[in-house]
């Protein structure tokens, strides 16, 4: 179904906004509408010390910049992500790559 | 449609905002920006970019930016200019700040940049080309940003040195000479939201994926510091009590590096007995970080085969800050990681380029002994403080402030603010420094959009260019990069433009070899073989070949001394952490822990009634100190200005998350949004900087809502460190919530 997809080593998004003004650049849109959306969440473990995670969410607006792709371009998020925790590829392929990694999150996407 | 170009080029101030580095590529359609992106082919950010860079089609092209010359027509802050043209607008500030010369002398007009950017080159150039040696960041208390740390590891270690990334080899990570720190103390510091001087933040990220482990000395609970193996969760503003604690657990149980000490290392002895003072025990009540995680971390960076010290500017902050500078960098030293890889390389610019002078040896190379020496005899603050008299070439904003208002010993009658919004912006007592500030005769302001400083303050306004606006060069550190104008925006020109032109104009004999300000490029990238012609052809970036700008170990390789012999650049040839220069200028010679002026210890009472410590100056992505509120695709994700405040604290406020609040202290209060976080202790609460609201009315009172929201003015100041450099109390002030109760925000 879904051929493509992005890989997120989520260990190490820090939720710096980058791939989210960089899909906006990309598409032009405009405020309120993203393709993508980063999420912080902080909690408290078991021991008491807190951890900060953040989460990019793929959303319907999401194409995976397909014309960049055309252009043998990997889609805007993926490339300018501050610290290179994004990957773009076939989903069975990162898939494999996602069960290398402790924490990741695998976004098979179908542009709408 | 027209044929899209793309060019590379490197990011460096306005339009980003930051200190920059970074390579771009511009997209250009029919001479219009239409599109950033991150330069694979540049070894510092390797294809990556940031919001701000990726913002710059808003920016460039904001229908509030400021793109011709304007002249104020009606009172001081009423926000009536009219355009004018340049000839007019430079004819003007060539009469008026010609007439203050003739009449008081060249002293009596300041030159106020902020953050170092890219103006430290042209601004020093325009003013010693008119004659003033006050050179000065106007309102940041003790020049408290990377200057006190410049100067305590020039005046010990003789060069600048910062946490190896590979940053300098051109193959980066790929380069088989480095190797990645096993531990990365980031200290006071959040580096995925910040590029600081020099820093590409996120390397220390690439370092954590590459095996680095971090110690993250952070009051608050952040993405890095919850990743840390150690977090050392200090109280703000006691970073010197840590520093000296850690030092003499280190020396104590003798995990230095003996053979580096012994070959390398000046005044160890001295060093010993002065850590001695701090053992753990007193430094946990100080800092109050458990003892047993100070010496687990110190033991861990000790017995490190490499690591490094990636800090930040509440070292700066920190009373005496200087001497804070000097108790940290005792660490890498009696390690010895200096210059070694994945330790604390020697960081110099590129090829021997100045760009940005860092230190007095760039300034004298640049414009002579005479006129540095001339210039200090009415610098201010030089007389005051030891520092101002001896390292680098600033006058003391706490000084000058004060003399606006005295005129003692000489008036000041005029200031060229080149892209620092004071008002909004740096200044700690800020309406103390609005007020002073009204009084001068003119204010010329060189600036991209209006905001509190240019309303109230501004005669003239002439408008800057964004970095794909403009010619420039670049060598804070290495690479060297050419920075190339691809578009023009209205009548907006460069900031070495503009003061090249009005530099001629005040001293024409002096400055006739050179032609355009190509020329004087050409002049300043002599050392490195290359024109500007040069680099751009090359790809608009080049490293330093093997040799004083290459690591590693240059001590060794006597590299890093004009003799040409192993050691390092003092007079005793090797690292002086006994500090012979300090000595010399009657300072300690040995670092030392201040406490913060308020504080539960130095001020009792005024703790009672204001119980919570007040951290200032997080970095957010999205915005550089006072820019980037207008734009919006930025401003959307960070609409408001905001509080974090504990849990417990905020139920014992009585405050629910997203309600507006006040932060108040004896000096007056702000507002703020609160944020309900367990980022933050429950005694600690921590506000971003530099919010005002262009949406806002920007004519008086209202100011683009200034004073609302300015932060630095509930913290106290003038208040430098005793040797002139640090002690801005901008991460301790002392502070208590309140309900809004009518009207709010």
Known sequence: ?112 | MGKIDVYPTTAWSAGTGCHGGCGQNLFVEDGRLVKVEGNEDHPWNQGRSCPRALAMTQYVYHEDRITQPQIRVGERGEGKFEPISWDEALDICEERMGKIRDEHGAESVIFVQGTGRDIGGPITFLAYSYGSPNWVQLGLSGHSCYTPRLGAMKTTLGEFAVADCSQFLEKRYEDPEWEAPEYIIVWGQNPPNTCPDGFYGPWIVDCMQRGSKIISVDPRNTWMSTRAEYHLQIRPGTDGALALGMLNIIIEEEIYDKDFVEKWVDGFDAIKERAAEYPVDKVAAITEIPAADIQAAARAYANAKQAAIQWGVPIDMCPDGTAVAHAISCLWTVTGNIDIPGGQVIAKPAFGVTAYPFSSEELIELYGKDLITRMNEKRIGADVYPMYKHFRGWASPDVTIEQIETGDPYPIKGAWIQTANVIGGQAARAKFHYDAMKKLDFVAIVDLFHNPTTMALADIILPAATFPEKNSFRSWWTPMDSIKKRVQVGECRSDWEINFELAKRFNPEGLQRWATVIDYFDERMEPSGMTFEDLEAKGGWAMSPEGPGRPYRRYEKGHLRADGKPGFNTPSGKVEIYNKSFEEWGMDPLPFYTEPPQSEASTPDLFKKYPLVMITGARSNLFFHSEHRQIPWLREKEPDPTVEIHPDTAKEYNIYDGEWVHLENDMGHIKRKAVISLKVKPNHVQTLHGWFKPEAEGAEPNLFNVWDYQVNQIIPGPQASKSGFGGGQYKTTLVRLAKITEGGA
Request: glycine share 8%; aromatic share 8%; hydrophobic share 30%.
């Open chain 1, 1 to 112: 179904m879904a051929k493509y997809g992005i890989l997120i080593d989520t260990d190490f998004c820090t939720g710096c906004h980058t791939c989210e003004v960089a899909c906006q650049q990309e598409h032009d849109y405009p405020v309120g509408l993203n393709g993508i959306k980063v999420t912080e969440y902080e909690y408290k473990l078991a021991n008491g010390k807190v951890k900060i995670d953040c989460i990019p969410f793929l959303t319907d607006l999401c194409d995976l910049c397909m014309g960049r792709q055309a252009d043998g371009e990997r889609p805007s998020c993926v490339k300018h992500c501050q610290t290179a925790c994004m990957y773009f590829g076939l989903t069975s392929d990162l898939a494999i790559e996602a069960a290398s990694r402790p924490r990741a999150v695998l976004y098979t996407h179908t542009p709408k």
